[in-house]
């Protein structure tokens, strides 16, 4: 009633030293960077932001700027499989929301001399193709494949996808969000009362659409088909072991009409029959001499990419069994429009004593 602050100068030192910057010191002593660390330095880079410690802010940056640029491949993709890249976006949310206009304190320079002057982790950083990168690996029902240790439910989410187009307000993006949040976004409702631009849901906007792509990092090729790309999914998946990969080189994942019809088993990380799934066996490939693909240096790329309104193509290899001497799958999907189409999966595999499809 009087105008005065909240807290008295004695109540807003402790809880600035005894809370704040003492819980940001224990995540000061997490310099890692993985899909849970990242939430640390979010928090230590907020903590700096209220009590004006521009080192904490600075600590948080460097784990955002290695995220999006080191965790995340030069192409966008994921380093793993979309459900730990949605895993490590939870981490990093709050950072890009709190520093969409920040400027170090007067006078204040960091070691190298710099200063941060109206800084925008949204723009100024490799944020947004990161997302872009999610929203490509998406199937038609807006769900991506459930491919290494994704699960079957995994989604960018209507609580994302208002923080995409916040910072990102395409059409495409805008279309994304319309469709993941409907017309009252109850799973988005906070995010939507606190973020979304007013007159949002009366923007008129193209249907969404999902492109063929392929990200050659990854060495994840996706080829569609039926309107706007979202009645069919042809996904062939070259990736190179790591995190939470499975023994799935030259793995086919095929999705269309709502339908698994080359399926994948996904996440089973902490099941006890999780070798079950991650195995080569329950992919579909080609294994040698009934052994497991190798965990280390099987690399993955591709070497065709190619798309007609009727034939598409792609094509990649890989070193996942070291006694063969070929190892390779091309997928080529022939449209036939409204009368369907079809798949022609071709694996080369030369070496090994058995070879099994």
Known sequence: DDAGPVYSEEERVRIERDVLLEGAYLALCDPAIN??????????????????????????LEGFERT??????????????????????????????????????????????????????????????????????????????????????????????????????TDAHVALLKELAGETPEGSSRQAILYREPGLAEREVPSFNLPDVVFPFLAQGHIRRGAGGRQGLAMLDASDWGGHHHYDSLNLYYWQDGHELLSDLGYLWDHPDKPKTARAFAHNLVVIDGENQRSQGRGGSYHLFSLTPAVKVMEASSTAYPQTSIYRGTCMQVDHGDAGSYLVDIFRAGGGRVRDY
């Open 68 to 169: 999006v640029e080191e965790w995340f491949l030069p192409d966008g993709g994921t380093s793993e499989s979309a459900a730990y890249a949605l895993m490590t976006m939870g981490g990093i949310r709050n950072f890009g929301l709190a520093f969409r206009d920040y400027t170090d304190p007067e006078g204040y320079t960091d070691p190298n001399g710099d200063r941060l002057e109206g800084f925008n982790a949204f723009r100024d950083t490799r944020y947004g193709d990161c997302w872009q990168g999610l929203i490509w690996t998406l199937q038609g029902d807006l769900r991506h494949a459930p491919l290494a240790d994704s699960y079957k439910r995994t989604s960018i989410g209507s609580h994302f996808a208002e923080i995409i187009a916040l910072a990102y307000p």
């Open 35 to 60: 899909n849970k660390s990242v939430g640390n330095r979010t928090g230590a880079a907020m903590v700096g932001l209220c009590v004006g410690h521009p080192g904490l802010v600075r600590f948080g």
